[in-house]
């Protein structure tokens, strides 16, 4: 699933924003889409949001654990007809923003940060000769071989990793679309991928670490996300240790009731994929934390079942205060651990974990 917590950024720019441009006038995500890697890493000018995503669980030499997250977000401002590269550079087709989190879970501190620019003196942009996406000192680039460079400096924390993949990408829903909502009008290109060996330096406020682990990848676009009647998400991805992996996605709906377009994707250990439907799984609040700052309560442990597989198992949150309190938006983005039993044997992993809508609902991604 994801994303688009730029709502934040957004409302920080609205000075620059003219009137928008009527839906139709932007691509929409439509079956069949044809995928091409390295092609598709990059950006989809034709549609209005996009945003590449990625989290990790990184340990130094001592097993000291840290999660982060950094994310790219792109808002559409100007559609496809509209774009002229050979305009002012005052007149940009679209917002730059980014989000950046580290979770020192042996410390118990979280810290995050956000960037936001209009990039029209070169200082945040998308696909410029090995950057896919930065936001000034933040950036997403190619590595060799296929691999990804990520690197971000904030006041408490800093990343500079080297991501490889471990396997393919992995194209979430049917035919190419990942549908959103019941009512088959909102919908993304969307995928995934799960495993990269993760090597680099994490800083905190007071210590610089070498680290290592694995990191998990979100690309997605689309020019409409949520419903009239949807005001959020939980989304969850999980590696579990026999290299199989897991995501999750629930679209929430006013009055506290899921979406049935609701779905995830299992990827076994040998790459295979399997499609879950809402019916499939079911995923049951255990235990609840109130944020201080907004006042959200966000559930953080989590009873999941998938009923074809009879796997089950608890998501349980490595620090419970993980809230990104980002004004006018809050939403909660952490490391988390997960146990439980398949046929036969137990299973063990760690994931990320995002909720949305819990502060106030996400009204403005449906447009």
């Known amino acids: 699933m994801r994303r688009l917590p730029w709502l934040a950024a957004w409302s920080t720019f609205v ?5 928008s441009a009527p839906p139709d006038a ?27 995503y990625f989290t990790g669980n990184l340990f130094d030499a001592h097993g000291r654990r840290f999660g982060y997250e950094l994310t ?14 050979e305009r002012s550079r005052f007149l ?17 501190k979280f810290s995050y940060e956000q960037k936001t620019s209009r990039g029209a003196f070169g200082e945040a942009g998308f696909d410029e000769d090995r950057r896919i996406a930065w936001v000034e000192d933040w950036s997403l680039s190619f590595g060799p071989s296929g691999s990804f460079e990520l690197a971000a400096t904030s006041a408490d924390a800093s990343i500079k990793l080297h991501l490889s993949p471990l396997g393919s990408p992995v194209i979430h829903g049917t035919d190419g679309v990942s549908q959103k909502s019941s009512n088959g009008e909102h919908a993304s290109h969307y995928y995934s991928v799960p495993r990269l060996a993760t090597t680099g330096e994490l800083r905190t406020a007071r210590e610089e670490f070498a680290v290592h682990g694995e990191s998990w990848f979100d690309h997605e676009w689309a020019t409409n996300q949520l419903a009239a009647e949807q005001i959020g998400w939980n989304w969850l991805s999980l590696q579990w240790q026999d290299g199989s992996a897991l995501m ?16 995830g994707t299992l990827i076994r250990s040998d790459g ?3 499609n879950l439907s809402s019916s499939s799984f ?83 991604l449906g447009k």
């Open 92 to 108: 940009v087709s679209d917002l730059k923003f980014a989000h950046f989190a580290v979770t020192d879970v042996n410390g118990r």
């Open 15 to 19: 000075v620059v924003l003219t009137a």
């Open 282 to 364: 079911e995923i049951t609040p255990l235990r609840r934390w109130r944020s201080p700052r907004s006042g959200a309560i966000y559930p953080v442990e989590w009873k999941v079942k998938l009923l074809g597989e009879q796997i089950e198992f608890t998501v349980r949150a490595a620090l419970d205060d993980q809230e990104l309190s980002l004004a006018p938006v809050a939403y909660w983005e952490g490391a988390v651990d997960a146990a439980g039993s398949a046929p036969g044997r137990s299973i063990k992993g760690r994931g990320y974990l995002e909720l949305t809508g819990y502060a106030a609902p996400l009204r403005e």
């Open 272 to 274: 295979s994929t399997q």
């Open 26 to 52: 932007w691509n929409r995500a439509e079956p069949g889409f044809a995928y091409e890697f390295p092609r598709d890493h990059a950006i989809h000018h034709g549609f209005k949001t996009e945003w590449w």
């Open 248 to 263: 999750l996605y629930e679209m929430r709906l006013a009055g506290g009731k899921i979406d049935p377009a609701s779905s």
């Open 72 to 85: 790219f977000f792109r808002q559409g401002l100007r559609p496809p007809n509209e774009q002229n590269p």
